[in-house]
């Protein structure tokens, strides 16, 4: 394996760890997103271009945008700003 490979390799783990410990519901969906592009680089590396296709369409693609779909039906994600930003702001109004 090369050294490329193995800056790869170190990223994935990265991105599973830290998918794990991240908060925001947003954030981890950028994470997977990442993680799906890099092993779809990693696929092309193995000489697999059919599965390199397949986790950058599903993995990143199809996937990532159902996740968003998600969270902008529960509400999770809106035009306005984050929670944080629209608890601050309905404060404001009260005072």
Known sequence: MTVFQYILLGFLVVCAISVSFS?????????????SLVMS??????????????????GA?????????????IHAIDESGTKDERESMIERRRR
């Open 61 to 73: 693609g199809v996937t990532s945008v159902l996740f968003f779909v998600t969270l902008k039906k």
């Open 23 to 35: 908060r925001k519901l947003l954030n981890s969906i950028l994470i997977f997103m990442s993680y």
């Open 41 to 58: 680089i990693i696929w092309i590396c193995l000489e697999s271009p059919d599965l390199a296709i397949t986790e950058a369409a599903v």
